[in-house]
């Protein structure tokens, strides 16, 4: 049976607090959708979405009936959906002319949905979520205002995030999109609940603790985080534990299933990450060959003067394993790597020159590309790697976790192997086991005559340097390069067939041949891929008038660095040679590209002072090269430490941490205050009360004139409790704009109150009392109840402002 005491229920549920949790749940859902990045202009949605959420707010709290809510909402969205698409053309455009562009190219995208041809245009993509997120947020708002439905607020934003999320799961980072939608939309939840509660506790006249509101939020946020803790954990115990994993497989199977027969609605839309152009995989058969494009692949900024003899390579991956015309990586171990972390040590590094590069891909990458042998890389990754007796490390290939898209950048730095003729020669062959374990495979197809050549090749000569070099100068000399081959004879052996009979092929072939020839001689080998260092591109030289012998000469404020443009027919092999004391080292037999030149290290002559890398050079180059000390100086190893260093403590980090470590002290003291049976609560009352005293009083001694309203707020948090809850009647008449005077009394002002907002007459006569009680007589007055009533008086006083603000949607008769 209905208690007659209980009035029916308020069809308006305004309430600040939930506004803005429900704006920001429905900014997290579009950010969700932002993130994906499938298309351009993705964050003119959020704009959309703002809009909608004040409209529904306002149609919510409106008379207007629900189907004319929905005329105001049609008539609104298309004037904001076309504005904002409009947007999108860019600037100086009239929008008549902007109107049709787009109406043209929406009949386009019709005929092209009619005919089933490929979409290229995101025109209709962007409209189509537009609308999507226009709806919803008209929807939802309107629904928490009018009604209140908790269900209708929250499931159509947590919905749509969870849709996009199930297209877009490549990168783990945007699955925290999801946990702050369900972190907030379990606040919410709290709140609708508590505002329900809150009601019905009003009409049945029973009394609530002041501070109950803020106890529920808080206890809220706790169980909001121990729920999103939890749902975060159940995939990973449904990989652990196998009941739970085919009840996870079962719960999850109907929805997989609808999202791989809707995948086709995404197909014209690129990728979040787009297309992702890794050349090298785990395995390199030789093939036959492809024509490769002009297609800018990355840039690469390098210093300006490498060490002689160096040539620049960019490294994707090292294969040691040959079988079957197929080269296949030696490596299964992985590591991950952190910039933070400790560098890598490369065999030979300390004969070796350490420099610094920075890698901007033109398409989406996850292998990156490196100069050999590298040491550090700006990104966390993965590493095929294997950690050597000797310390040192054997690396495969480098991946990132996660994807670089084009627009971003990576920073490396090597160990470049400028070593002279005379040390590699001095090497001798005392090899690490490692290597001869790992590096002197020979595949068992390789014929009788190609070993045969090997040992012609090796004749006269009695270090592997030279022979290397023999064996480099026949493959360039006797092998003419081509971009494709024709289809080798049934059954021949691939190797054989290039040296001894078709005598043509591509860097594939010439790298595979001298390891091969190398190995069988007993000298380690292995292939390296990646891409050539490119075209150089040359800034402008600003020529002086006069040099210091009075001749014109360069500036010499020359930049530091070069860009080298890396295209798709960059595309290169080549082979490593390892050498003790001073690791791997670069070779180039194809005759395709320049030959590499090294200095000898012997007396200088006047002849060879200096043999340059004659892919790039200029005349301006050798006469500054010859300047530079190519040793590097332990201030600049100082300086590259201190360097990554600092670039890990970035500000925004730093602020991360703090919050962090502030955010583990608090639910640390939530969980011990509550375990103990204390509450919060006046820890918290008496942080809020002190805060703009201590900030006034800060402010002062720095000789800085607070703000008016820090003085107010200073000033009120410095009244005794009932003096502070008697202030709001003060607040609320300047808040309607009634003007009062300093001699009234207490009386006076709350009369002059309750004839603007006849509604406030109760409470205001309440506060009047206790503070009458409290000031003027010997009685105690309750505080509780002043402040409840002080409530409810500020309440009331802001919803006749809001009222004020909606008026021009009321009927005129109705108008305050």
Known sequence: MTDPKIKKRPTRWWDWLAALMFLVILQIAVARLAATRWTEHLSLIHVVA????????????????????WIFAITYGAYIIAWQLGLTLGRGIAWSERLLSMRGRLELVVEELATREPITDNLLFLFLMACIFWIISVYTSYNLVRYGHIWRVILPGG????????????????????????FFALLLLARLVFLNNQTGWKLRNTHTPPDIGFDLARFAALAAMVLVLFSWNVPVLADTLKPVAEVWRAASHPWM??????????????????????????????????????????????????????RYYWRARVYSVYTENEWATGIEDTRDFFPSGRDLTQPGVDSRTEASFIFFPHDSISILYVPPQPLWVS????????????????????????YIRPGERYEVRSSL????????????????????????????????????????????????????????????????YQQTIDVPPAGADRLDWFLFEYKQGFCYYYATAEVMLLRSLGIPARIAVGFAQGQREEPPVVIQDTGPDGQPGPDPQV????????????????????????????????????????????????EDTFQPDPVGDTNLDELLAGQQDNQPSDENSLDAENSSVLEFFTVGRIVQLGILILAIVLLILVVWQTRKGKSLTPYV?????????????GLRRLGIQPPRFLRDWAFAAGLPPLSRAYLEVNRSLKRLGMETRIQDTPAERVSTLVEALPPASDPAHSLLHEYQTG??????????????????????????????????????????
């Open 159 to 182: 919905i749509a995030a969870f849709v996009i999320h199930t297209f877009d799961p490549l990168l783990v980072s945007r699955t925290w999109y999801l946990a702050f939608y369900l």
């Open 417 to 480: 192997s400028s070593v002279t003729v005379k040390d590699l020669r001095a090497a001798g062959i005392e090899y690490p086991q490692w290597v001869l374990d790992r590096y002197l495979q020979v595949s068992d197809e390789i014929s009788p005559r190609t070993r045969e050549l090997a040992q012609q090749l090796a004749q006269g000569h009695d270090n592997p340097y030279d022979i290397t070099v023999a064996v480099t100068d026949y493959l360039r000399q006797t092998i003419t």
């Open 685 to 697: 009352t008496s942080f809020i009360e002190q805060m703009p005293i201590r900030l006034e009083h």
């Open 559 to 606: 930049e530091d660095t070069v860009t080298y443009i890396v295209r798709q027919k960059d595309a290169h092999a080549w082979p490593e040679v390892y050498f003790p004391e001073i690791g791997w080292v670069e070779f180039e037999p194809t005759s395709g590209q320049d030959p590499l030149f090294r200095p000898s290290g012997e007396e200088l002559t006047g």
């Open 257 to 310: 299933n609808l999202r791989d027969r809707m995948s086709f609605a995404f197909s014209s839309l690129r990728a979040s990450v787009g297309l992702v152009s890794d050349f090298y995989g785990d395995s390199l058969p030789l093939g036959l060959g492809t024509p490769l494009g002009e297609s800018v692949l990355m840039e690469v900024e390098a210093p300006r003067f490498p060490p002689q003899g160096v």
């Open 775 to 816: 000031t003027y007589s010997p009685h105690q007055a309750n505080t509780e109840i002043a402040q409840s009533a002080s409530g409810m008086v500020r309440k009331l006083s802001n919803i006749a402002i809001i009222k004020r603000i909606f008026s021009r949607f009321q009927e005129p008769e109705n108008r305050s």
């Open 379 to 402: 990104r966390p990754s993965e590493l095929t790697i294997i950690t050597n007796p000797d310390g040192t490390v054997d690396l495969e290939s480098i991946q990132a976790q996660d």
């Open 50 to 69: 703002f809009f909608g959420t004040i409209l529904g707010l306002a149609l919510g709290y409106s008379i207007f009936s629900r189907w004319l809510s």
